[in-house]
């Protein structure tokens, strides 16, 4: 069931943030709807998920803070290229190489202050608070009040200093005028990267979403002169703002999810997805000038009440799953003297991946019936773990979950079967295999 609210929770907040949370090993609570990122990294390698965070930030410039920024940048580039291709072309790449590198060191510092992250974003007080700004930019969206980028900010922009300087300093500050919509995209990636524990990782994944919010100026700059032609802001930036403000309200549900109880948890779910269904659907007043326009708010609306359907239908009781024992020391010396092989588990409830393995690589007979063969340990990284994991994680250098390590009968780690993601049960059952042969 709470595996069940956690990826309907994430189906609805993915376009405004994504992938992990945190411990004292990783980032906390928003991230966790990153955990696709992690998947894809850990199956398909860094160049698969670069590519993912680049189309992400192109996404991003369909936001209501970053759409009508798009006119006035180009008009920059259109009065400083004085109608010359090359000109224009130059200006824009040097805005893009702005924007890059403003979110390429937020990302490195996000990297290397990943254990800071993991220790004060586990606090109640920081959950609550995060979840309250992310409400508050939500009732903004909604027209409660209205939410407006500075006017000095767009002045400032519009006079830019002429030529390059002017073009790099404005894809610096673009990330301050976008903040109010993409901020919580942002703040996701960067909880995500400070699990990854890797500066280099964490500059390039922000390098990439820069390039991606930036690279269509380079070609929109070529033709400075044809702005005319981009969609005009009418009704359906409206009801995209809108869906973006209650689709912050699923993000703030999904940062305070581990202090809520499961009923509690699922009840709001529920009853997010049913309201926003309906209001996007049907009862938002934005006027549906085409009838693509409305299919799409039809099956919006449709889909999101689907989805609270979906939760609320009974479910057959869980499979019996794998017989873990809290990850101890003496627990693990104990099965290297006894010539036993030991699996440890590094998992958290807030971890996507980690609930995944749990409710189905884990629950399959085959494979609880060979890891009955080794000393089944689990260290839970769910808020804090004990000193003697924490030396355990230290040592082994373990900076995120899902973590599942393997060691043979003699305490050493087959390194090469280390498993950092989610795993099908058939390729997991082989991966136990090299340790622990099948019964005669």
Known sequence: MRRFVLVLLIGLSWPMAGFGQSTDLAPAAAATSWSWLEQIISRHGMVVGSLAVFLSGLALNL???????????????????????????WLAFVYVVGISLNYAVLGLVAARTGKLFG????????????????????LGMLGVYELRVPQ??????GQASAGTWGAFVMGLVVGLVAAPCIGPFVLGLMLFVGRLANPAQGFWLFFVLGLGMGVPYIALGMLANQ???????????VWTKKMLGLTLWAVAL?????????????????ALLI??????????RSPAASAMFRGVRWSVGVSLIAGAIALMWPRPDAAASVAWQPYSQAAFERAVQDGQPVV????????????EMDHVTFRQPDVIDAMRQLTTLRIDATKDVSSEAQTFLDRYKIYGVPTVMLFQSGGHEREDLRLTGFESPERFLKRLREVVPPKE
Do not use: N
């Not at 009065?79 to 224009?88: D, E, M, T, V």
């Not at 004060?120 to 700004?133: E, K, M, S």
């Not at 702005?227 to 930036?237: D, E, I, M, V, Y």
């Open 227 to 237: 702005t005319s032609r981009l969609p005009k802001a009418g009704p359906w930036l």
């Open 152 to 157: 000095v900010i767009t002045r400032s922009l």
């Open 344 to 355: 440890v588990d590094v998992y958290a409830d807030w971890c996507l991946p980690c609930v």
């Open 119 to 138: 220790s004060w974003l586990q606090h109640p007080v920081v959950l609550v608070g995060i979840a309250t700004t992310m409400f508050g930019l939500s």
């Open 63 to 89: 936001t209501p803070c970053v759409y009508p920024m798009i006119p006035v940048t180009l008009a920059f580039f259109g009065s400083q290229s004085a109608g010359r291709l090359q000109r224009a072309a």
């Open 254 to 270: 999904l940062i305070v999810r581990p202090l809520l109880p499961l009923w509690v948890l699922g009840l709001s779910a529920t």
């Open 275 to 284: 309201g926003a269904g309906l209001y996007l659907g049907w009862l938002e």
